[in-house]
C-alpha cells in the first residue's frame, strides 16, 4: 500500500483527485488541481461556526443515528445470515454509515480525536464481518438471501437499474474509504472498498458471464474514477467508463434515471435531481481522466441549460417533488420546490469539476450562490436540525428535523461541510486562484514552490479581502483573484435572473497599498508579479442590498422581486414582521438599510425596507398599512419556530395577496383519516390558479388507493352551513393523486352522529375546477368530507371552503 499511500498524499482531495494528475498520469487529469482542504486552515467566524457544528454536533449525531436507528445491526445480521431475518429500512441505509465516516474522516484530518478514530475503527469491524468472501457487500441481501429486501431482487444486480441501489453503496463506500486512508493511513476501510469494487468489476459488464446493467442511482463513476487514481489500476476508470457508455443502452430507459437516451446526446437535466448531478459530475470526472471531449461537449449543454432554465435563485436544483425531480424549462415553483440538499451538493460538486475543466469563474459564481444559499440551508446553525426540501415559500408547513427515515441529506451534510476549505484556492503552474473569500491559513505549492497565503474577511456581510502573501523565496507567479458576478451586474451566468435597479457596483484591489488594474479575462484579476515576503492584497467590492427579477417565462416569479446582498439572498419571516409577509408589497423602487445583528441567529446582517400590507376588511374592501419590511439571509429561516416565510416578494398589484377575513373554515380544528404536516393546507385561505398543482400547499390521501377516506372541521360551538367547495389536487399524468371517484358532505347531529347533508344538486368532480354543493341548512359543530379514492391513485385537496 506505500504507492497507494503517496498517491493519496499528493493528489487526493475531497471532491477532486486529479491534484498533480498531469505529473502522475499519462492518460489525463483536469488542468486545473485544487488545494486540498487539508493545507487550508479556516479562521473565519462564519464558516468557523459550521465547521464546529458539523464537527461537535453533526456528526456524533449522525453516528448515534447509525446506532439508534439500526444502521449497524444490518451490518451484525449480516454477518450472521438468517432466513428469519426481517429486511427493513431502505436499500441505501449502508450509506449512512460510510458517508458520516467520510465525513469524520474530513474533520480527523483538520482536528485529530484519536477516540473518534477508535470509534470508526470498531464500526468498521462490524463491516468487515459482512463482507461475502468474494466482496459483495449488500447488507439488504446478505442477512437473508432467500428472503432479500423487496427492492434488492432475487439475485445480484437484478434490480440494479430500479431500486436496489448495489452500486450507489459501492459508490459511498469507495468515498468514505479513501476519505478514511488519507485521514489516517489505514487501510481497513479501503481494502473492504477495493474488495467490493473488484466483485462488481468482475461481475457488472458486457462479457459472457456478466450481468449489463448501470446504476439506477449514480454515484459510482465518481467514486471509481478517484478509486483509480488512488490505486493506479486502469479497471477503475474502465468500469466507470463502462457505467456511463451503457447508460440509454439498457433496459430500463427512464428521464427519471437520466437513461432515457445515452449521455453523449442529452442535453437537457431532467429526472431525479440528484442522480442527475452526481451523473454529470462522473462525466467530467472520467473525461478528464480519459481526455473524451465528447463527455465535456455534454456536460457543458447540460449546465447551460440548468443554468439558463432550471435554477433556483437560491443555487437549488430539482422543482417537483415528484421524482425528487427537475421539472421542465422554466418551471420553477416557490412554495413547492423540491431542492433537496443533496441536489445542491451535487450541483457545488458539479460547477467544481467544471471549473477545473474550464477555468472560468461563472462556473464558482454558481457554486457560491449555492453554497451560502440552497445547501447550507439544509442543515440548522446548530447542526442538529435538517431540510430534506428546501422551498422557498412557506406557511409554517415546513420544519426542521433532528433526522429522516431517508437519511441522505444529514449524511450527505455530514460529508459535505468539512470539506468546504477544499473550495477556496486552485493552482495551475505559475497561477493561484482565489476562488472564495474567507478567513484562512493556507499554504500552497506554486508550480512545486510553497507560499504561504493568509486571508483575512468578514465575507460574506463585508465586500473587504485582505491577502498577506509569504513565498518562501521571492517568486513569480499569477494570483487569480475571482470577480464575483454579482460585483459586475450579472446575478447568475444567464438570463434567467436579472437586477432590476440601475445600481452599478465597483471594485477595486491595491498591492502593498497601490492600486492596481488588470484586464479581466474569465472572470479573474490578475496579478502578475514577483512575489516578496510581507506583500499585502486589498480587494474591494462594493456590496448593496438589489433587487432581482426572474426571466418572464418563470410564471411563479412574476410581479415578484427577490431581495440579495452580495452572495446571500434574503427573505421575509414571520418572528421579523407582525404581520403576514406573504401579503406584503414592497415598492417598485425600494430603499433598504442594513443592521448588522450579531445577538441574532450568529449574527447576520440584517436587510429594512418600507412596504405595505393589503387586507380585506369586514365588508369586503381593501385596506393598505404602511409597514416595516425586515428581511434575514434564507439559509437561517426555520430557526425560531414554523410560520411564514418567502423569498420572493410582490411589488405589483397582480400579484399581492391581500390577508384575507377569518372564515368559518379557516377558524376550524382539521381532522382527517390520514394526517399529514400538510393537513393545515385546506384550510390556509391560499386558492390555485388555473388549478395548478405547484401553486399552494395542498393536502392529499397518498400512498392510499382505492380507499374511501375523510376529513374533518370542527367548530368552536354550532354553526349555520349550507354550502361547500372543494378545490381538488390532481398532478396527472405523473403523479399519485386523481380526482375523486365520489364524495360526499355530512355533518354531526344532536347525538354525535355523522348524517349526510341534504344537497340541492349532485357531487360534481373535475379537475381543475371547484366543486360546489349546495345544502339544506344545518345547524351542527362539525362537518365532514368523505372522500372514495380512485382505484389506483389518492386525491388530494388545495381548500375546502364552507357557506
Given at each position: 500500500?506505500t504507492?497507494i499511500k503517496?498517491?493519496?498524499?499528493l493528489?487526493?482531495?475531497i471532491l477532486?483527485?486529479?491534484a498533480?494528475a498531469?505529473?502522475?498520469?499519462?492518460?489525463?487529469?483536469y488542468?486545473?488541481?485544487?488545494?486540498p482542504?487539508?493545507?487550508?486552515?479556516?479562521?473565519?467566524s462564519?464558516?468557523?461556526q459550521?465547521?464546529k457544528?458539523?464537527r461537535?454536533?453533526?456528526?456524533p449525531?449522525?453516528f448515534?443515528?447509525?446506532?439508534e436507528?439500526?444502521?449497524?445491526?444490518?451490518f451484525?445480521?449480516?454477518?450472521?445470515?438468517?432466513?428469519?431475518?426481517?429486511?427493513?429500512g431502505?436499500?441505501?441505509?449502508?450509506?449512512?454509515v460510510y458517508k458520516?465516516?467520510?465525513?469524520?474522516s474530513y474533520?480527523?484530518?483538520?482536528f485529530?480525536?484519536k477516540?473518534?478514530?477508535?470509534?470508526?475503527?470498531?464500526v468498521?469491524?462490524?463491516v468487515?464481518?459482512?463482507?461475502?468472501?468474494d466482496g459483495y457487500l449488500?447488507?439488504?441481501?446478505?442477512?437473508?438471501?432467500?428472503?432479500?429486501h423487496?427492492?434488492?431482487g432475487?439475485?445480484?444486480w437484478?434490480?440494479?437499474?430500479?431500486?436496489?441501489h448495489?452500486?450507489?453503496?459501492?459508490g459511498?463506500?469507495?468515498?468514505?474509504a479513501l476519505?478514511?486512508?488519507?485521514?489516517?493511513?489505514?487501510?481497513?476501510f479501503?481494502?473492504?472498498?477495493?474488495?467490493y469494487?473488484?466483485c462488481?468489476?468482475?461481475?457488472?459488464g458486457?462479457?459472457?458471464g456478466?450481468v449489463?446493467?448501470?446504476?439506477?442511482?449514480q454515484?459510482a463513476?465518481?467514486a471509481?474514477?478517484?478509486?483509480?487514481?488512488a490505486?493506479?489500476?486502469q479497471?477503475?476508470?474502465?468500469?466507470?467508463k463502462?457505467?456511463l457508455?451503457k447508460?440509454?443502452y439498457?433496459?430500463?430507459k427512464?428521464?427519471?434515471?437520466?437513461s432515457?437516451?445515452?449521455v453523449?446526446?442529452?442535453d437537457?437535466?431532467?429526472?431525479h435531481?440528484?442522480r442527475?448531478?452526481?451523473?454529470?459530475?462522473?462525466m467530467a470526472d472520467?473525461?478528464a481522466l480519459t481526455g473524451?471531449?465528447?463527455?465535456v461537449?455534454?456536460?457543458?449543454?447540460?449546465?447551460?441549460?440548468?443554468?439558463?432554465?432550471?435554477?433556483y435563485?437560491?443555487?437549488g436544483?430539482?422543482?417537483t417533488g415528484?421524482?425528487?425531480a427537475?421539472?421542465e424549462?422554466?418551471?420553477?415553483?416557490?412554495m413547492s420546490?423540491?431542492c433537496?440538499t443533496?441536489?445542491?451538493?451535487?450541483n457545488?460538486?458539479?460547477?467544481y469539476?467544471?471549473f477545473l475543466l474550464?477555468g472560468?469563474?461563472?462556473y464558482?459564481?454558481v457554486?457560491?450562490r449555492?453554497l451560502?444559499?440552497?445547501?447550507?440551508?439544509?442543515?440548522?446553525?446548530?447542526g442538529?436540525?435538517?431540510?430534506?426540501?428546501?422551498?422557498?415559500?412557506?406557511?409554517?408547513?415546513h420544519q426542521?428535523?433532528?433526522?429522516?427515515g431517508?437519511?441522505?441529506?444529514?449524511?450527505?451534510?455530514c460529508?459535505?461541510?468539512?470539506?468546504?476549505?477544499?473550495?477556496?484556492?486552485a493552482?495551475?503552474?505559475?497561477?493561484?486562484?482565489v476562488?472564495?473569500f474567507?478567513?484562512?491559513?493556507?499554504e500552497i505549492?506554486?508550480d512545486?514552490?510553497p507560499v504561504?497565503l493568509k486571508?483575512?474577511?468578514?465575507y460574506?456581510?463585508v465586500g473587504?479581502?485582505n491577502l498577506d502573501?509569504n513565498?518562501?523565496?521571492k517568486?513569480?507567479?499569477?494570483?487569480?483573484?475571482r470577480?464575483?458576478g454579482?460585483?459586475?451586474?450579472?446575478?447568475v451566468?444567464?438570463?434567467?435572473?436579472?437586477?432590476?435597479?440601475?445600481?452599478?457596483l465597483?471594485?477595486?484591489?491595491?498591492?502593498?497599498?497601490?492600486?492596481?488594474?488588470?484586464?479581466?479575462?474569465?472572470?479573474?484579476f490578475t496579478?502578475?508579479?514577483?512575489?516578496?515576503k510581507?506583500?499585502?492584497?486589498e480587494?474591494?467590492?462594493?456590496?448593496e442590498a438589489?433587487?432581482v427579477?426572474?426571466?418572464?417565462?418563470v410564471e411563479?416569479d412574476q410581479?415578484r422581486?427577490?431581495?440579495?446582498r452580495?452572495?446571500v439572498?434574503?427573505?421575509a419571516?414571520w418572528?421579523?414582521?407582525d404581520?403576514?409577509?406573504?401579503?406584503?408589497?414592497?415598492?417598485?423602487?425600494?430603499?433598504f438599510?442594513v443592521?448588522?445583528?450579531q445577538?441574532?441567529?450568529y449574527g447576520?446582517?440584517?436587510?429594512?425596507?418600507?412596504?405595505?400590507?393589503l387586507?380585506y376588511?369586514?365588508?369586503?374592501k381593501?385596506?393598505?398599512?404602511?409597514v416595516?419590511?425586515?428581511?434575514?439571509?434564507?439559509?437561517?429561516?426555520?430557526?425560531?419556530?414554523?410560520?411564514?416565510?418567502?423569498?420572493?416578494?410582490?411589488?405589483d398589484?397582480s400579484?399581492?395577496?391581500?390577508?384575507?377575513?377569518?372564515?368559518l373554515?379557516s377558524?376550524s380544528k382539521?381532522?382527517?383519516s390520514?394526517l399529514?404536516k400538510?393537513i393545515?393546507?385546506?384550510n390556509?385561505?391560499?386558492?390555485p390558479?388555473?388549478?395548478k398543482?405547484?401553486?399552494v400547499?395542498?393536502?392529499h390521501?397518498?400512498?392510499k388507493?382505492?380507499?374511501?377516506?375523510w376529513i374533518?372541521y370542527?367548530?368552536d360551538?354550532?354553526?349555520t352551513?349550507?354550502?361547500?367547495t372543494?378545490y381538488?389536487?390532481d398532478d396527472a399524468?405523473?403523479g399519485?393523486?386523481?380526482?375523486?371517484k365520489?364524495?360526499k358532505?355530512?355533518?354531526?347531529?344532536?347525538?354525535s352522529?355523522w348524517?349526510?347533508?341534504?344537497?340541492?344538486?349532485?357531487y360534481?368532480?373535475t379537475?381543475?375546477v371547484p366543486?360546489k354543493?349546495?345544502?339544506?341548512?344545518?345547524?351542527?359543530?362539525?362537518?365532514?368530507?368523505?372522500?372514495?379514492l380512485p382505484e389506483k391513485?389518492?386525491?388530494g385537496?388545495?381548500e375546502?371552503e364552507?357557506?
Open positions: 500500500m504507492t503517496r498517491v493519496l498524499t493528489a487526493l482531495c477532486c483527485f486529479a498533480n498531469q505529473e502522475k498520469n499519462k492518460t489525463g487529469g488542468p486545473i488541481s485544487p488545494v482542504f487539508t493545507s487550508v486552515k479556516v479562521t473565519d462564519f464558516w468557523g459550521r465547521l457544528a458539523s461537535e454536533v453533526t456528526i449525531l449522525a448515534s443515528k447509525c446506532e436507528t439500526g444502521r449497524y445491526e444490518n451484525i445480521k449480516a454477518a450472521h445470515p438468517s432466513d428469519t431475518i426481517k429486511v427493513e431502505f436499500s441505501f441505509d449502508d450509506t449512512d458520516t465516516i467520510e465525513g469524520a474533520s480527523m484530518q483538520t485529530p480525536d477516540k473518534l478514530d477508535k470509534y470508526i475503527d470498531s468498521l469491524t462490524i468487515a464481518a459482512a463482507q461475502e468472501a449488500y447488507t439488504s441481501r446478505t442477512m437473508n438471501p432467500a428472503h432479500p423487496e427492492w434488492a432475487t439475485k445480484r437484478e434490480k440494479e437499474e430500479d431500486l436496489s448495489e452500486l450507489y453503496n459501492l459511498h463506500m469507495v468515498e468514505g476519505a478514511h486512508y488519507q485521514a489516517t493511513g489505514k487501510t481497513n479501503l481494502d473492504i472498498a477495493k474488495k469494487a473488484d462488481a468489476v468482475r461481475e457488472v458486457d462479457k459472457p456478466q449489463t446493467v448501470v446504476p439506477g442511482h454515484i463513476e465518481m471509481l474514477s478517484k478509486l483509480y487514481v490505486t493506479g489500476e479497471k477503475y476508470l474502465d468500469f466507470a463502462f457505467l457508455d447508460r440509454g439498457t433496459t430500463i427512464s428521464e427519471y434515471s437520466q432515457h437516451e445515452p453523449l446526446e442529452q437537457e437535466a431532467v429526472g435531481a440528484v442527475a448531478a452526481y451523473m454529470y459530475t462522473g472520467v473525461a473524451d471531449t465528447t463527455y461537449n455534454a456536460i457543458d449543454r447540460i449546465w447551460e441549460n440548468i443554468v439558463g432554465k432550471k435554477l435563485i437560491t443555487g436544483i430539482g422543482a415528484h421524482g425528487e427537475f421539472g424549462n422554466y418551471q420553477l415553483p416557490n420546490a423540491y433537496e443533496c441536489a445542491a451538493i451535487g457545488v460538486y458539479l460547477n469539476r467544471l474550464h472560468e469563474s461563472k464558482y459564481d457554486l457560491e449555492t451560502y444559499n440552497g445547501l447550507i440551508s439544509g442543515v440548522s446553525l446548530e442538529d436540525g435538517f431540510f430534506y426540501p428546501n422551498p422557498l415559500e412557506s406557511i409554517g408547513q426542521r428535523r433532528p433526522w429522516f431517508c437519511a441522505c441529506c444529514p449524511s450527505n451534510i460529508r459535505f461541510i468539512p470539506s468546504v476549505p477544499g473550495y477556496i484556492y493552482v495551475h503552474k505559475s497561477d493561484l486562484y476562488n472564495l474567507m478567513s484562512n491559513n493556507s505549492k506554486v512545486g514552490k504561504v486571508q483575512t474577511t468578514n460574506p456581510w473587504d479581502i502573501v513565498p518562501k523565496k517568486q513569480n507567479f499569477n494570483l487569480k483573484i470577480i464575483p454579482w460585483v459586475l451586474g450579472q446575478v451566468p444567464s438570463d434567467l435572473y436579472t437586477f432590476t435597479d440601475n445600481k452599478k465597483s471594485y477595486s484591489v491595491k498591492v502593498n497599498g497601490q492600486s492596481v488594474t488588470s484586464q479581466l479575462k474569465n472572470g479573474y496579478i502578475s508579479r514577483t512575489w516578496r510581507g506583500d499585502k492584497v480587494v474591494h467590492f462594493d456590496m438589489r433587487t427579477k426572474a426571466h418572464p417565462l411563479a410581479g422581486v427577490a431581495v440579495e452580495g452572495p439572498v434574503y427573505c419571516e418572528p421579523d414582521n404581520y403576514s409577509v406573504l401579503s406584503a408589497v414592497i415598492p417598485q423602487k425600494p430603499v438599510t443592521e448588522n445583528k445577538d441574532l441567529l447576520i446582517n440584517m436587510i429594512h425596507t418600507d412596504a405595505q400590507v387586507n376588511n369586514k365588508q369586503g381593501i385596506e393598505v398599512k404602511d416595516q419590511l425586515n428581511m434575514i439571509p434564507y439559509y437561517a429561516w426555520a430557526h425560531r419556530g414554523s410560520g411564514e416565510m418567502t423569498v420572493w416578494l410582490s411589488n398589484l400579484t399581492s395577496r391581500p390577508m384575507q377575513q377569518p372564515t373554515a377558524e382539521v381532522d382527517a390520514h399529514v400538510a393545515s393546507a385546506v390556509d385561505q391560499l386558492i390558479k388555473n388549478g398543482a405547484q401553486a400547499p395542498y393536502y390521501w397518498w400512498p388507493e382505492g380507499t374511501t377516506e374533518s370542527e367548530f360551538g354550532e354553526k352551513v349550507s354550502g361547500s372543494v381538488w389536487y399524468p405523473w399519485g393523486c386523481r380526482i375523486p365520489e364524495w358532505i355530512y355533518y354531526k347531529n344532536k347525538d352522529e348524517m349526510p347533508v341534504e344537497n340541492n344538486e349532485p360534481t368532480a379537475k381543475g366543486s354543493v349546495s345544502f339544506k341548512t344545518v345547524k351542527t359543530n362539525a362537518i365532514k368530507l368523505e372522500v372514495k391513485n389518492a386525491s385537496i388545495f375546502w364552507l357557506e
